[in-house]
């Protein structure tokens, strides 16, 4: 299947600062990615989506101002955690639409671990 | 509002098994289904899918079978490997919009 890669695989910050994170399509260009959040023991949830060259689309109850997200190429998107505190400590996966070849799947990068001093 | 529902947080099974996944719906509009799983500490990996115009659809030991009158999809995994052992995500979407919508999984369990 297609390659996702995020970068950083684990982050640790003090509260009140900004992290980045990045996401790849390797193998193939992606139009949508999609930002996911996962808490313990809970499944994904959609955060976002993100569209090459326009604004992304956030969910409800997703503050747009305190997650910015761009999509500046058909292989990068990146989420910017602002002004982080603990409770934004969290496993934010990525995943990117591949839509060639007669199907519509979505590949996810294998996360990135944010914790929040 | 949970529109996608795994019932089961677990299942065990023998290795050389049959491993029956299952997975309800309650929104009508979807019509593309994915499974994906899960190790700790690492993103889904894709494993198969099904267009609502389909009822079955087998890839290897894979095969996924819907049941659109019951809303109702599951994955079979035969015969089960103790490296199949992870959390199995049900996975839906509707037409052009292409946000997936998550079960909250189910821990797959193969005993050697």
């Known amino acids: 299947g297609a390659v996702v890669s995020q970068h950083p695989s684990r982050v640790i910050c003090k509260s009140g600062t900004s992290v980045k994170i990045e996401c790849r399509s390797l193998?193939?260009?992606?139009?949508?990615m999609f930002w996911y959040r996962q808490f313990p023991k809970k499944s994904l949830m959609l955060m976002a989506t993100?569209?090459?060259?326009?604004?992304?689309?956030?969910e409800q109850g997703v503050e747009k101002d305190k997650f910015l997200i761009n999509h500046a190429s058909l292989t990068l998107s990146t989420l910017t955690v602002t002004s982080a505190h603990p409770e934004d400590s969290s496993f934010y996966i990525c995943?990117?639409?591949?839509?060639?070849?007669?199907?519509?799947?979505?590949?996810f990068g294998p996360g990135t671990r944010l914790t929040v001093l | 509002d949970q529109q996608v529902k795994q019932n089961s947080p677990s299942l065990s099974v023998q290795e050389g098994r049959i491993s029956i996944l299952n997975c309800d719906y309650t929104?009508?509009?979807?019509?593309?289904f994915l499974w994906y799983k899960k190790y700790p500490a690492e993103g889904p990996t894709f494993l198969i899918s099904?267009?609502?115009?389909?009822d079955k659809n087998e890839d290897g030991r894979f095969t996924v079978f819907l049941n659109k009158s019951a809303k109702h999809l599951s994955l079979h995994i035969v015969p089960s490997q103790p490296g199949d052992s992870a959390v199995y995500f049900c996975?839906?979407?509707?037409?052009?919009?292409?946000?997936?919508?998550f079960g909250k999984g189910t821990l797959l369990t193969v005993n050697p």
């Open positions: 993100s569209n090459e060259g326009s604004k992304a689309t956030y």
């Open positions: 929104n009508s509009m979807f019509d593309y």
């Open positions: 099904i267009s609502s115009i389909k």
């Open positions: 996975a839906a979407s509707k037409g052009s919009n292409y946000k997936l919508t």
């Open positions: 193998d193939f260009q992606a139009t949508t």
């Open positions: 995943s990117a639409r591949d839509s060639k070849g007669g199907t519509d799947t979505q590949y």
